[in-house]
Structure formats: structure tokens, C-alpha cells
């Protein structure tokens, strides 16, 4: 197959999503980074009630019109709101309540001046300026009134949503349960963490380290199957066993132009539909794509490099995670920085994502910082790095203080 675009990439494996996850009921507590499966609407007017948005006290404005700093109107206190209480005491002219922050108005009173703006002597109170109607109180409904829409079907459930939906009394939601993804590392060169290596030529694992917590960070729910040794019929077993215990597969190697490379001949002898087999991309060229079980599972053979195997996480994995789920937001954000040092390359053909860590200046001024190297082999720019600025196809350079697009991880 030719080189493939990233976004015809990108838009085969979206396409490729034709349905939702599980619905799934949860407390809270527990739905934090969810996707909302329905709309919210607000229980009640928010506030519930006129309430007071300082400490202060409570009058009617137009007692205070004449106010001067000269000659005050004087107003007699006639008790005293706390948060909590309600008065169900008409406010009578002439007078004022005490009151705190949160506290409900009592009935006839229709302004808060702020408890510095007066002085108070035995139980009256004196104010040296107009008060305005309206003035420090929070309106019933002023935020939100019954029936409206407070949290949307497809948006991510954060603290301050939560915190939105608690103050509606709302003590559960429906969500998309997490997709189930499934990690397996091929190569007969990889032995796990905790395990010594045994000869020369072996390494470490890394990858389904990094793609397991990288899903489990990105809303899936995530099984690391380990590793497997480059055996063709071995390898073959493993995946007919475990295909279909997840909804989405990811392999990392055996997807490039090597004699062990299995992972590319085993799809299609297991029944995926190969959607697209080498992306125009740097890192990630091999890349590979599929379906299967009747379209409703996906299949991502990565490349084998470290680098690779993560950035491609990013750019086709999550969104895929997100549009399983029914999410509205299906990419990692992005923002303009000012590229630190010069970038140059040979070959533009393809389009790259270079490592870089993204800091900001103490005007706002957002900087990339690139890694001191592109290989892909080199795990340690991944621990560097909290994002990757893209170059363009047909770009060789871009000067230091150039501004460059970045995809934040």
C-alpha cells in the first residue's frame, strides 16, 4: 500500500467507530472523567433563592435614596440571617437585617450594602450612600433556571462539573462505561520489568507500560497482556485467544518490512478488515488499522519503537477511546508556541511530530523546547516531553522563534 495521509488515516479509523459502549449508572465519586451519556437539566432555579452575596446588611434601596456622608440614614437593625436560616419576617421601612454571605433575603428587601461600607452603633445602623436595587443579591435563577441543560450529553465529566451537578442535589449520572483495550508487545528480545535480562540483546518492555497507563489515563480501561515472543504460530494462538475479550486490540511491533515482522500477515489470516497498513508520518509510518468482529472491534498495530508506539497512541488511539464513549472533544488540545531552537531536516516529505516540552514565560508567552534527538528508539524524550510540535509536509526548517503548532499530552 502507498503512503497514506494522516488525516485520510485518521478519518478511516473515526469512520470506523459505529457505535457506543455500555451505559453505565454511577455515584459521583466515581464518574470522574466519564462521558455523560444524556443531557443534565437543573432540578430547581439556581439560586434556589435571593440570597446575599456579601455580609452586610439587608434594607429596602429606596430607604437610603437621600443618603449622604453628611447626613447618613440611620436604619434600625432588626435581627440578624445566618446561611442556613430564613426570615419569614416582612422587612419593614425604616429597618435592616444583618446578614451573611449565602444567606437568604428577607421578604421586602431588595439590596445588600457591605458590612464596611456602614458604621454601626448599638442597634442601628448608619449609611452614608444610596444603595441600589439589586445591589449584592444573587436573583433566584439568576444562574440557571428549572429545566435548563447544565451538563451536556458527550462532555467529559470534570471536578467542576461534578461539583455542578452536586449542587443540583444530582447524586448519580449516566455515563459511557470506559472502553476495553487490550496491550500485547511482540518481539522475542523483551523480557518484563522486575525480570533481569538475560543475554545480550534483550531489553525491557516499555511498551505496554506506557500504552496501559497512557489508556487508563485517557478514559479506557486498559488489560496489559504482556508480551510475545516473534513465533509465528505462538503469536497466532495468543491473538485467536484473545481478540475478542476487548473492544479495542493494540499489538506494538511486527508491523514493518521484517522477516518477523507477523503482526501484518496474521490480521488478515485472523479475519481483520485492514483499513490502512503505512501512514505518510513521522514517527509511526507502519501503523496499522483494522476491524473486525462485524466492524464492532478495532485492531492498531503499532510500530515497535517506543516513540512511535506512544505518539501513535495519541493521534489514532484516543480518539478512537473518545468516540467510543460518545465524547464531543475527540483530540488532545492544542496551542502556538514559540519554537526554542532550530529545526532542520532532510526529507519533507512526511509529516513530523517532534518531541518538545511546553513551558510558559511569566508574560503568557508559551514555548517548545525540542528534544536533542528524533530518534524513535529513545524512550527518555518521552519522559521529556509533554507534547509534540507538528511540521508539515514539505517544511525542512523552522527557526528558532517560529511559532509551530503543538499537540499537549
Do not use: W
Not at 132 to 139: F, L
Request: charged share 25%; with cysteine.
Amino acid at each position: 500500500m502507498d503512503l497514506l495521509p494522516f488525516e485520510s488515516a485518521l478519518k478511516l479509523v473515526l469512520n470506523s467507530v459505529n457505535r457506543t459502549t455500555a451505559l453505565e449508572r454511577l455515584p459521583l465519586e466515581l464518574a470522574i472523567g466519564r462521558i455523560l451519556a444524556e443531557d443534565v437539566k437543573a432540578t430547581f432555579n439556581y439560586p434556589i433563592f435571593d440570597n446575599s452575596a456579601m455580609d452586610g446588611f439587608a434594607l429596602k434601596s429606596g430607604d437610603t435614596k437621600n443618603a449622604t456622608p453628611e447626613n447618613p440614614v440611620v436604619l434600625e437593625i432588626a435581627g440578624e440571617i445566618s446561611a442556613g436560616e430564613f426570615c419569614e419576617n416582612p422587612l419593614e421601612e425604616g429597618k435592616a437585617y444583618k446578614i451573611f454571605t449565602g444567606a437568604p433575603l428577607p421578604p421586602g428587601a431588595d439590596a445588600v450594602i457591605e458590612i464596611e461600607k456602614v458604621e454601626v452603633e448599638c442597634n442601628k445602623v448608619y449609611i452614608k450612600e444610596p444603595v441600589k436595587s439589586g445591589s449584592n443579591v444573587r436573583k433566584a435563577g439568576s444562574y440557571a433556571k428549572l429545566g435548563e441543560v447544565i451538563a451536556q450529553k458527550g462532555e467529559e465529566l470534570t471536578p467542576g462539573k461534578i461539583g455542578v451537578l452536586a449542587s443540583f442535589g444530582i447524586g448519580y449520572v449516566l455515563t459511557y462505561s470506559r472502553p476495553k483495550v487490550a496491550i500485547v508487545s511482540t518481539g522475542s528480545e523483551l523480557r518484563e520489568p522486575c525480570h533481569p535480562l538475560l543475554k545480550p540483546g534483550q531489553i525491557y518492555n516499555s511498551n505496554s507500560y506506557a500504552l496501559t497507563t497512557a489508556v487508563n489515563q485517557n478514559g479506557g480501561l486498559a488489560t496489559n497482556l504482556g508480551s510475545v515472543e516473534d513465533d509465528y504460530q505462538r503469536l497466532r494462538e495468543f491473538l485467536k485467544d484473545t481478540l475478542y475479550e476487548s473492544d479495542i486490540y493494540i499489538t506494538t511491533g511486527g508491523v514493518s518490512m521484517g522477516e518477523k515482522d507477523f503482526i501484518k500477515l496474521l490480521v488478515k489470516e485472523l479475519g481483520i478488515d485492514v483499513k490502512f497498513h503505512k501512514v505518510r508520518i513521522k514517527p509511526g509510518k507502519p501503523t496499522l488499522f483494522g476491524t473486525y468482529d462485524n466492524g464492532r472491534r478495532l485492531f492498531f498495530g503499532l510500530p515497535g519503537n517506543p516513540v512511535s508506539a506512544l505518539v501513535n497512541f495519541y493521534l489514532f488511539v484516543y480518539p478512537a477511546i473518545r468516540k467510543l464513549q460518545g465524547a464531543k472533544e475527540l483530540f488532545k488540545p492544542k496551542v502556538r508556541a514559540i519554537l526554542t531552537q532550530d529545526f532542520k531536516r532532510k526529507n519533507a516529505q512526511r509529516r513530523e511530530y517532534i518531541r518538545v516540552k511546553v513551558t510558559f514565560g511569566e508574560d503568557g508567552t508559551v514555548y517548545a523546547q525540542p528534544y536533542k534527538n528524533t530518534s524513535s528508539g529513545d524512550m527518555l524524550s518521552m519522559g521529556f516531553a509533554n507534547g509534540v510540535a507538528v511540521i508539515y509536509e514539505g517544511v525542512k526548517e523552522v527557526k528558532k522563534g517560529q511559532t509551530v503548532e503543538v499537540i499537549l499530552f
